[in-house]
């Protein structure tokens, strides 16, 4: 039986790349002549041999060798800056339908710093949402570092998550206890769907008498909340069930 041919276009990995070259500058300005000179090897081995093995090899490499001569930064370690590095210019060799492909592959491949590095580089690596169905899978892990890599300071999920993703997002990390005031778009994602989403966790920490989420009251608009929903907080309020950040919000005479 002949099958029809997809219509659907594959998914094409755009790059940013100004971004990318800002953080080779950031990358290769501290290191020293050895390592420069293993850096400038590795990607001539990578331009040779563009493909998910030779990113792994050459990011272990890395680790095991010159990356120990070099201090890492309150951001990143050199060693998961490498790791990006290397997978950009594996992509940039790819065929366009080919990079998200890679992508995956190293990603599947990658241990723990690795997965880390490459999800909060995604917003640089995959600029139009490609890998959407990657950092959804990434935010099954519970692993809290891994999923703090996509959660937290990440314009990701800001920019390629819907709603109901978005929300799940929020909620899973108030879950892990991840600072959510750090979740990029979350202003802009408050309203009354998340306000219930919120309301409901709320009811159930109280309920099962476990501390409220540290950041639970970052979610909320409070400005839109229903006239049955703020009754309901003011009663908790009076009942000094609430924390006492919560109290600052409530409207003096609701």
Same mark, same amino acid.
Do not use: C
């Given at each position: 039986?002949?099958?029809?041919?997809?219509?659907?276009?594959? $998914?094409?990995?755009?790059?940013?790349?100004?971004?990318?070259?800002?953080?080779?500058?950031?990358?290769?300005?501290?290191?020293?002549?050895?390592?420069?000179?293993?850096?400038?090897?590795?990607?001539?081995?990578?331009?040779?041999?563009?493909?998910?093995?030779?990113?792994?090899?050459?990011?272990?490499?890395?680790?095991?060798?010159?990356?120990?001569?070099?201090?890492?930064?309150?951001?990143?370690?050199?060693?998961?800056? !490498?790791?990006?590095?290397?997978?950009?210019?594996?992509?940039?060799?790819?065929?366009?339908?080919?990079?998200?492909?890679?992508?995956?592959?190293?990603?599947?491949?990658?241990?723990?710093?690795?997965?880390?590095?490459?999800?909060?580089?995604?917003?640089?690596?995959?600029?139009?949402?490609? !890998?959407?169905?990657?950092?959804?899978?990434?935010?099954?892990?519970?692993?809290?570092?891994?999923?703090?890599?996509?959660?937290?300071?990440?314009?990701?999920?800001?920019?390629?998550?819907?709603?109901?993703?978005?929300?799940?997002?929020?909620?899973?990390?108030?879950?892990?206890?991840?600072?959510?005031?750090?979740?990029?778009?979350? $202003?802009?994602?408050?309203?009354?769907?998340?306000?219930?989403?919120?309301?409901?966790?709320?009811?159930?920490?109280?309920?099962?008498?476990?501390?409220?989420?540290?950041?639970?009251?970052?979610?909320?608009?409070? !400005?839109?909340?229903?006239?049955?929903?703020?009754?309901?907080?003011?009663?908790?309020?009076?009942?000094?069930?609430?924390?006492?950040?919560?109290?600052?919000?409530?409207?003096?005479?609701?």
């Amino acid at each position: 039986m002949n099958l029809p041919l997809s219509t659907h276009p594959v $998914p094409v990995l755009e790059m940013r790349r100004d971004s990318l070259a800002d953080l080779r500058l950031r990358f290769t300005e501290p290191l020293d002549d050895g390592t420069r000179h293993w850096w400038q090897q590795a990607e001539d081995q990578m331009a040779a041999q563009p493909d998910a093995q030779t990113v792994a090899r050459l990011s272990s490499q890395y680790k095991r060798g010159p990356g120990r001569q070099v201090p890492g930064n309150s951001a990143w370690t050199h060693a998961q800056l !490498a790791h990006v590095l290397l997978l950009a210019q594996a992509l940039e060799y790819q065929a366009e339908d080919q990079r998200l492909a890679l992508l995956r592959q190293v990603f599947l491949w990658g241990d723990d710093q690795e997965k880390i590095a490459l999800l909060r580089a995604l917003d640089w690596l995959d600029s139009h949402g490609a !890998a959407l169905d990657l950092a959804l899978q990434a935010g099954r892990t519970n692993n809290s570092q891994v999923f703090a890599a996509i959660a937290l300071d990440n314009p990701y999920p800001a920019r390629h998550y819907d709603e109901r993703a978005f929300y799940q997002l929020i909620l899973k990390a108030l879950g892990m206890g991840l600072d959510v005031r750090r979740t990029e778009g979350l $202003p802009r994602r408050r309203g009354h769907p998340l306000n219930q989403l919120a309301l409901d966790l709320l009811e159930e920490q109280l309920a099962a008498e476990r501390t409220v989420s540290a950041g639970l009251v970052q979610v909320i608009a409070f !400005a839109l909340l229903s006239p049955p929903q703020l009754q309901r907080l003011v009663e908790l309020d009076r009942q000094q069930r609430l924390p006492a950040d919560w109290h600052d919000q409530l409207p003096l005479n609701p």
